[in-house]
């Protein structure tokens, strides 16, 4: 059973645009999430995270919020760059039952110059 | 610079044969995990290793295992290579204390 689910598998975002990635969880003992970004043919690279004692934290251009009542995490990118194209993929896990993280399945985002 | 390195950027390999994919990580490092990834499904935790050799089933266990013989040292061995065995492999790191994965580039694997 999928416990972290990104429902939209594709996204487009014209360039200078925001673009806002979703992603869902079933566990609510979850409580540290990432952000990665994988180029074609590359392997994941962190992005962004956040921990459930925080609704929102800022890098640059990356902004990770966190709804916990909800369950729902997004990443938002502004503005998008070109560059920016790759998959994302949100992770979960539960800290004190070790460092195993759960995946979401990806959303391919395309930013168009 | 720290760093994941597996072994193969790209393998073909034939039905059957047995296939070992290997990955090291300079961190020193506990935890080391083997994901496959797949369109459609994301990444998927094979196997993974807390100490050197320990050793626990992901969720996909099945036609896979795996060695910890040095703490820097993770290998992937699929028995009998089949063609649904196709797939990215990534490998990946972590320290008990510190959040998050290093993850190697991943190796293309072609079973024919």
């Known amino acids: 059973d999928q416990q972290v689910k990104q429902n939209s598998p594709s996204l487009s975002v014209q360039e200078g645009r925001i673009s806002i990635l979703n992603c869902d969880y079933t566990?609510?003992?979850?409580?540290?999430f990432l952000w990665y970004k994988k180029y074609p043919a590359e392997g994941p690279t962190f992005l962004i995270s956040i921990s459930s004692i925080k609704d929102k934290n800022e890098d640059g251009r990356f902004t990770v919020f966190l709804n916990k009542s909800a369950k729902h995490l997004s990443l938002h990118i502004v503005p998008s760059q070109p560059g920016d194209s790759a998959v994302y993929f949100c992770?979960?896990?539960?800290?004190?039952?070790?460092?195993?993280?759960?995946f979401g399945t990806g959303t391919s985002l395309t930013v168009i110059p | 610079d720290v760093k994941v390195t597996q072994s193969s950027r790209y393998l073909v390999k034939r039905t059957g044969e047995k296939v070992f994919l290997e990955c090291v990580q300079d961190m020193d490092h506990e935890n080391m995990f083997w994901y496959r990834q797949d369109p459609g499904l994301g990444l998927r935790l094979i196997y993974f290793?807390?100490?050197?050799?320990?050793?626990e089933k992901g969720d996909i266990p099945e036609g896979y295992s795996v060695s910890r013989e040095k703490k820097e040292r993770f290998s992937l061995i699929l028995e009998s290579a089949s063609t649904n065995q196709t797939s990215m492999y990534l490998c990946?790191?972590?320290?008990?204390?510190?959040?998050?994965?290093?993850f190697g580039s991943g190796t293309r694997l072609t079973v024919v």
């Open positions: 290793s807390y100490d050197v050799k320990m050793k």
């Open positions: 566990n609510s003992m979850f409580d540290y």
């Open positions: 992770a979960a896990r539960v800290s004190n039952t070790g460092n195993q993280f759960y």
């Open positions: 990946a790191s972590s320290s008990h204390l510190l959040g998050g994965y290093t």
